[in-house]
């Protein structure tokens, strides 16, 4: 039994509501053409022009158009026309019109269908003509139910076409098997066969094809650019400017052109500015003073677009509890847990686990989704580690903390919103309100896979950027100064001021901003520590308040999950950023902290050589950054305490030190250290966290073939430099 089949026989309707027609069934976003007249149409009864259905060209009437959202029916869609659109003074319909005119639905739109695979394309998603045409410049509707029931004539019986059969949730592509299907579907094609594929993906189903449409540019990008722009401005100039309208009116569509847009907008080609013509009106972009087309992340486009509708919840049953919203447990499946709270984004339907909330020191209560996800990224690691391209005996040592860390913090696509965190996310659990923490994520994201960010993120209006600090403040200004987002991100750039490329461009800043449609950029600056007030990354992110108790929405939660179970460059970043995590423990400020051991200054790295205390301090880092270097110091006093109460020669083998003015800290020092520190470090949920690295410490020996941390002084080979 599929997924949405499922719903629909959990929800009883059979028995427990005879003779009623669920919503689910009429569950499909509609859609009316572009330029029509504002206000309510008046729905007339009158001749149909188009007796055919499909796509339109501009000499014909145009007709409202619908997209299937999950559960949707042809008998549903039929008993909702024929109630929703309905002529005046029409009779009431009978469950015999509703069977005549969803066959005639799909008797009209027969080739049309056929064309994309029959019954099989009967997906949530699919780009479904109807038989209302838009007459007197929209301000009327016209249709002739009794006309579209003949058509039923038209009606395929022996097709497998079934009137009851419910649109069913599209699956989550593979991202590494959609590329090398993709790979081995392109070779011997020529761009005309491309263009072909690429156009009637677009009309007909385009959340079906968003990431298959956009893995072919990508790697038509990769072998010629100048091809890439070809094929992008002849798919825009097939399509209408209805087309192109309608499709910019929903999420997989809007995500579309743009993709399309950032090829031919830089172009120089004749047939480039033409497809910008095309796309820049459809979007809703701004030109400029001397006509050029603003592009879509530095002017908004007015053009918002929609998501496809979840499946509605099923009719309350008086007398029945309704079931319970809670995770299905266990689950091991490679797709989407069924239960908990869910959202749509791209036409996929998405878990966001449960609803979870978080009080915070100063009184404010924080709600929303928490998913710990289920992509395991030992798994990820271990199938692109050519990608991720670590090299160096320092990389390794550092990636195989952070792997097996990571049940610690979340899977990749974890996804947390019930906190002043405002949307935490991933294997480190990288938070929205602090700026060297999820910004500078999304900043390496866009700067590697610029066509995946804005598709995953940019589509909705958001743009990281590096920064800097002024003052050990987020710098108050609206645009970048180069010289100083520099400055403050030297790893990043090179002698000659040039951004590296992949890994290197190790960013260690970078702030948020939004592009509202419309108009220009308007930075969200880094909230305070304390929160007693929705700020506009917080409005930003879905943050509503009432009094001292914060909501946060799920859209965002589902948009970067998706990216996660979706994109092979997201993941990538995530390991390289998991990983240069080091590199900002190293640096992390003292604070109140000393790092004082007997009169003597130490840094962080010198208490941290074993594995197991590279993971109990990345790990804190991860959860409470700034609480690190002042954990450390009451576990150096507590160490220090422990020994003075021993006697000799006790306390002499541990000491903490050799004479000598550049002497490390001892391995036996150390060892007690690790134990101290353990007990002292200070973050949220410390007694689950401590039990798992302690449990990874105690997998470290021969049954289980050192599988675990190693808790020996100076078997860490993750720092670089004396």
Request: contains cysteine; charged residues 20%.
């Amino acid at each position: 039994m599929t997924g949405v089949v499922a719903a629909v026989a959990a929800a009883g309707l059979v028995t427990e509501h005879p003779g009623s027609t669920p919503p689910m069934t009429y569950n499909v976003l509609l859609r009316v053409p572009a330029g029509s007249a504002a206000g309510t149409p008046t729905i007339v009864q009158g001749t149909l022009q188009n007796t055919v259905g499909g796509r339109r060209t501009p000499a014909q009437r145009p007709t409202l158009s619908v997209f299937l959202c999950p559960g949707a029916t042809l008998r549903g869609i039929a008993y909702w026309l024929l109630r929703s659109i309905k002529p005046s003074g029409a009779p009431d319909a009978t469950p015999y019109d509703e069977m005549s005119v969803a066959e005639g639905l799909w008797g009209w739109n027969r080739d049309y269908l056929a064309g994309l695979g029959g019954p099989t394309a009967w997906r949530t998603g699919l780009w479904l003509p109807l038989p209302v045409e838009v007459a007197a410049g929209g301000a009327q509707w016209v249709t002739d139910w009794a006309t579209v029931g003949g058509w039923a004539s038209r009606f395929p019986a022996a097709s497998g076409v079934s009137l009851d059969a419910p649109a069913q949730h599209l699956p989550l592509p593979d991202p590494a098997a959609l590329s090398a299907e993709v790979t081995a579907w392109r070779a011997g094609r020529d761009a005309d066969e491309l263009a072909d594929a690429i156009e009637r993906d677009l009309v007909g189903n385009p959340f079906e094809g968003v990431f298959r449409i956009v893995e072919i540019l990508r790697q038509v990008v990769a072998d010629d650019t100048d091809d890439a722009v070809d094929l992008a401005a002849e798919v825009t100039g097939r399509l209408t400017a209805a087309e192109l309208a309608t499709l910019a009116g929903v999420t997989a569509g809007h995500g579309l052109l743009r993709r399309l847009w950032s090829l031919v907008g830089p172009s120089g080609d004749g047939d480039a500015e033409d497809a910008r013509d095309l796309l820049g009106p459809a979007l809703g972009l701004t030109r400029t003073g001397s006509g050029a087309w603003q592009p879509p992340d530095v002017i908004g486009p007015s053009v918002l677009p929609d998501e496809l509708t979840p499946v509605p919840p099923a009719p309350p049953v008086k007398g029945k509890k309704p079931a319970p919203q809670g995770l299905v447990a266990p689950w091991k499946v490679a797709a989407e847990n069924p239960g908990g709270r869910h959202t749509m984004v791209l036409g996929r339907d998405l878990c966001l686990g449960v609803t979870d909330s978080y009080t915070q020191k100063n009184g404010t209560s924080w709600s929303g989704p928490a998913y710990a996800g289920r992509f395991d990224p030992a798994q990820f690691i271990q199938s692109n580690s050519a990608a991720i391209g670590f090299t160096t005996v320092a990389e390794r040592a550092r990636l195989r903390v952070i792997e097996l860390i990571a049940p610690n913090e979340g899977r990749l696509d974890a996804a947390r919103a019930a906190d002043k965190g405002t949307l935490s996310t991933g294997i480190q659990q990288w938070s929205a309100h602090l700026n060297e923490e999820l910004p500078v994520l999304l900043a390496r994201f866009k700067r590697v896979a610029p066509d995946h960010y804005d598709l995953f993120f940019g589509m909705y209006g958001l743009q990281p950027e590096p920064w800097w600090r002024v003052g050990g403040k987020e710098a108050a200004v609206e645009v970048a100064d180069p010289v100083q987002v520099r400055a403050a991100n030297p790893e990043a750039f090179d002698g000659d001021g040039e951004a590296k490329q992949g890994k290197e461009y190790a960013l260690r800043y970078a702030t948020l901003f939004r592009v509202p449609p419309g108009g220009g950029r308007q930075r969200l600056a880094e909230p305070p520590d304390s929160v007693v007030e929705v700020l506009p990354r917080h409005a930003f992110f879905g943050v509503s308040a009432k009094g001292k108790a914060y909501t946060i929405a799920p859209e965002w939660c589902g948009r970067i999950r998706l990216a996660s179970l979706c994109s092979v460059p997201y993941n990538v970043v995530q390991v390289w950023t998991a990983v240069w995590r080091f590199e900002r423990l190293a640096r992390q400020p003292l604070g109140k902290a000393t790092l004082t051991v007997r009169g003597r200054p130490f840094r962080i790295r010198d208490f941290v050589s074993s594995e197991y205390a590279a993971a109990l301090v990345i790990d804190q880092h991860i959860n409470a950054p700034f609480w690190v270097t002042e954990a450390i110091d009451r576990a150096i006093n507590r160490t220090e305490r422990a020994i003075a109460r021993m006697p000799e020669p006790m306390r002499t083998e541990l000491r903490p030190f050799d004479e000598g003015a550049s002497a490390a800290l001892r391995a036996p020092w150390l060892r007690l250290f690790q134990i101290n520190y353990l007990a002292e470090r200070n973050l949220v949920g410390k007694a689950e966290r401590d039990m798992r690295i302690t449990g990874l410490h105690d997998r470290f020996d021969e049954s289980n073939a050192w599988a675990g941390l190693d808790p020996e002084p100076g078997t860490f080979f993750g720092w670089v430099g004396p």
